[in-house]
């Protein structure tokens, strides 16, 4: 069974750096046909997508944060990280790590989801 | 962005009802949508992808219909597990959008 864990501080300075990994188990994030993403959510808000990253590094992002963020994967230890700098209090949110499924056809999706880590931007 | 207009933002229902959730995309997407639950403090789960095939293990109960600009997922008769709230997702085009969710709650 495939597991997602999310790891990094809970709590970030504003203008820092967040950082969050996503550690991978029972599968491998160089399989083909699977990407991995994070997506976030404000404490009573809906989601936001951030990102998402293929085995050989291709990342996509979302334009209102492109700037900001990075993401990357580590083939080696089966982790894909999620960097986000110049935080404010705006950036405070469960951020939630998740693999998706492509496939033609429009049959994509995000099927296994991390537990999601709260991470609050305060001083 | 495609924006993903959902709606209602919340309803209210009882066990058994029909319930009806739609979502309408700013520009055609084909079947590039999925739906998800969430429940409080927990990660969303896939229900529908392709806008109407069901992810194994997800009830019958629940189904996806539309294709280009307008869809909707139906649960045919609600469950009190399935008082959570509801996002659609576009994964036709970066970036990807969700819809503002629909929490179905008690009546």
């Known amino acids: 069974q495939l597991q997602l864990q999310e790891s990094g501080p809970g709590l970030v300075k504003p203008s820092e750096t967040l950082s969050l990994t996503c550690t991978v188990s029972?599968?491998?994030?160089?399989?083909?046909?699977?990407?991995w993403g994070w997506i976030r959510q404000a404490p009573g808000k809906g989601l936001e997508w951030i990102g998402t990253?293929?085995?050989?590094?291709?990342?996509y992002y979302n334009s209102s944060l492109k700037s900001r963020v990075t993401i990357s994967v580590d083939t080696s230890n089966n982790q894909f990280s999620l960097k986000l700098s110049s935080v404010t209090a705006a950036d405070t949110a469960v951020y939630f790590c998740a693999r998706y499924s492509s496939a033609s056809g429009g049959l994509s999706y995000f099927d296994y989801w991390g537990q999601g880590t709260l991470v609050t931007v305060s001083s | 962005a495609i924006q993903m207009t959902q709606s209602p933002s919340s309803l209210s229902a009882s066990v058994g009802d029909r319930v009806t959730i739609t979502c309408r995309a700013s520009q055609g997407i084909r079947n590039d949508l999925g739906w998800y639950q969430q429940k409080p403090g927990k990660a969303p789960e896939v229900l529908i992808y392709g806008a109407s095939s069901l992810q194994s293990g997800v009830p019958s109960r629940f189904s996806g219909s539309g294709s280009g600009t307008d869809f909707t997922l139906t649960i045919s008769s609600l469950q009190p597990e399935d008082f959570a709230t509801y996002y659609c997702l576009q994964d036709y085009d970066y970036p990807w959008t969700f819809g503002q969710g629909t929490k179905v709650e008690i009546k």
């Open positions: 029972g599968g491998s994030v160089s399989r083909s046909r699977y990407y």
């Open positions: 990253i293929y085995y050989i590094g291709r990342t």
